[in-house]
Every structure is written in C-alpha cells, then in structure tokens.
C-alpha cells in the first residue's frame, strides 16, 4: 500500500478560436472563454458529436465545463485550461438544454448563455451530477469505520511477528509475517492519511542510496527481506519492533487525522495500479514469493473503498455492476494461486496464467478509472 490530458490544437486553430463561433461541417465548434465570459459565442447548437475547441482569452488558468443548466450535471470538461492556450472537448450533444460554465482561479465561476438543442439522438453524453464534500462525507465515514475495525487484528498480528522475531524462531517468524502484512494491505485507500508512517511501515527498497542495506530500509518488506535472506533474528529485533512501533503509532493518530474526501474516488483505480507494477511484476517480492497473496488482499482494500463509495456511484456511474464483476474475476484468479495456505510465486506463474492475471487486472482498472472523476468533489462557485 504505497504513495502513485489532453493535447494542444494548432495554431491556426488557436486564432480561429479567438475570432469567435463557428461551427464547421466536421462536428467543430470554435470559443472563448474568460473570468468575464464563456462560450458566449455558441449562437446555432445542432446535436450529435462535437468537438469543442475551447480557447482562453482570459489571463486565469480556468475549469471548463459543459453543464445541464437545470441541475449543474456535468456532460464534459476540461481542466487547467492556461491562458492562451486551446483544447479540444470532445462530446456527443442529444437533445436538451446546455450551457458551459467556467471556473476560473481566484475568481469567482461564471455560466454562461443557455442553449437549446432541438436535433440530433434523443439521447447524448450522460451527465453527472457533481459530488460535494457533504455528499461524499457518508463514503468518508464508513471508510474510517472500515479502517477502525481493521485495527485490532493488524495490531495483534504484527505483535505476533515481533514476539516470533524475538523468540529466534525463523519458521514461526515467517509464518507470522504474511498475515500481518495482509491486514495492512487491505486497508487499502488509507495511506495517504497515514502520511510518513505509510513508508515506515511498507516502503520497498528501490530508490534508496543503499537499497536492501539502507537505514532507511525499515517496515514490513525489511523484516521480509531478512527472515528469507537467512539475516540474524536478534538483528531482525530492531525493524521487528520498530514496525509494531509504527503501526501502534497508526493506529493511535488515525482517529485524530482527517481523510481527504478526493482520496477515495482516486484509490478506487490507484490500489490495483501500484499493485500492477509492483505486486504482479514481483518487484515488490522481498524473498517470501508471497505478491499474489499482496494483490488478492488489495483486491479487498479496492472493494471497501468501493463498498464505501456505493451510495454516491449508484446514480452516477452505469458501469459499477461491470466494475463489481472484473473484481470477482480477478478475486478468482488470484485464489486459484493459493493451495493449502501457500501461495504461487509469480515467477512461477505459467505464461497463460499470467496473462491471465494481468488481463484482468488492466479489465478491472478500466472499469475502475472513471471513478476518480466521477466522484470527485468539485468546486461550487
């Protein structure tokens, strides 16, 4: 559980933009916008599919949105549009009423004229209706609650390790690891709250001056690297207790901290992103082979970030039942490499079984990215 847009158009564009609105035979609409106006210019809307290139005038970097003007849901946008520069939204218009808003920076959001679209399909781009903090305050609440009844057994399992450690038992020591490293794994969306305590307790060696030896190599990976590089258990005793030292520190700080409400909608891809390039590439296997165990339990820590998201996704998002159902597939590819309580190490994986795990994996994160700006909390005015 570790801490992880679009094109410029030409210049010829860019001036034809600035000269007003013009709608070309290709589906093309020309405007401008400012903290004094937006898209004021979109005189003859005509429906299907469009490409709005959007040129700021203005001097603010500005949000862009195109909106239902009855209810603020959000059809298309464009983000940190910089003055002077043009970008291209793209959407498919049915029949309705629209209308873009702007929300420059520093200043305060301007809509501008509304517009009536009386041609093209009966239905377009579906609209999304913009999530506020108050809104996305319920997900924060049972997530937090999710997290809090993880706790104990993170604390009892970690101690486990710490007493294994300490006793010189290495088989026990290696029995022990894998659960308490799980129970941190599935709490998933949590460690951008947990701040440096997050890199303390999980943090891989790559990138430090001296790797695998660098002091600061600690937290659950540094004791996994020395239980199965065959390192002194009483060497071990300082990164065992210095990590049930942390993860008490965790747990004691988590009621006091906030939980971003952004965080959620972005862990819901995030999780199983890390866990594509670190677990399901074996980069993050210490010596114990034990990453496909890692990615099954943040299979876990995806779905309760989902489970806590649910009320906001259900009006919001047609493809949560088919993001519901890659998770169970990849849940049942990852449990068919655990036999007897041990677990395939991913370079064992033969070629069809691990392209079928990453297949899934890239199906379950396709379904999952829309989340993030889905859920969003955006900015009221």
Not at 4 to 28: N, P, Y
Not at 317 to 345: C, K, N, V
Request: net charge neutral.
């Amino acid at each position: 559980m570790r801490r992880g847009r679009r094109t410029a158009v030409v210049a010829a564009m860019a001036l034809l933009a600035m000269a007003g609105c013009t709608r070309h035979d290709s589906g093309e609409v020309a405007l401008t916008v400012s903290r004094s106006g937006c898209g004021t210019e979109w005189h003859d809307p005509h429906g299907g599919e469009r490409t709005f290139q959007v040129h700021n005038v203005g001097i603010n970097t500005t949000e862009v949105e195109l909106v239902d003007p009855a209810n603020g849901a959000v059809y298309a946008e464009l983000e940190n549009l910089g003055p002077g520069s043009t970008r291209p939204m793209q959407v498919t218009l049915g029949r309705g009423r629209y209308a873009f808003r702007c929300l420059p920076e520093d200043t305060d959001a301007i809509t501008g004229p509304t517009v009536t679209v009386t041609d093209g399909p009966k239905r377009g781009a579906p609209a999304v209706v913009p999530v506020d903090e108050q809104v996305l305050r319920g997900s924060v609440t049972t997530y937090r609650s999710y997290v809090q009844h993880a706790f104990p057994a993170l604390r009892r399992d970690v101690a486990r390790l710490d007493s294994a450690v300490r006793s010189g038992d290495r088989a026990a020591a290696r029995r022990a690891w894998l659960p308490a490293h799980l129970d941190y794994e599935r709490l998933g969306a949590a460690y951008g709250t947990f701040g440096d305590l997050a890199d303390a307790i999980d943090r891989l060696p790559a990138g430090l001056p001296k790797g695998v030896h660098d002091p600061g190599f600690t937290g659950f990976h540094r004791v996994e690297y020395g239980l199965w590089h065959g390192e002194s258990l009483r060497t071990l005793r300082a990164p065992a207790g210095a990590l049930d030292s942390d993860v008490a520190k965790l747990v004691e700080k988590f009621g006091t901290e906030r939980v971003d409400p952004n965080d959620l909608p972005l862990r819901a891809h995030e999780i199983l992103e890390m866990t594509l390039q670190f677990e399901l590439t074996g980069e993050a296997d210490q010596g114990s082979g034990t990453t496909l165990a890692t990615a099954r339990a943040n299979v876990d820590g995806t779905d309760a970030v989902l489970d806590a998201l649910r009320p906001v996704l259900k009006s919001r998002y047609r493809g949560l039942s088919g993001a519901d159902a890659a998770l169970r597939r990849l849940r049942t590819l990852l449990d068919a490499q655990q036999r007897h309580g041990d677990w395939t190490p991913v370079d064992e994986l033969s070629a069809a079984q691990r392209r079928a795990i990453d297949g899934a994996t890239g199906a379950a994160l396709e379904r999952l990215a829309p989340i993030a700006a889905l859920a969003q909390v955006r900015r009221a005015g």
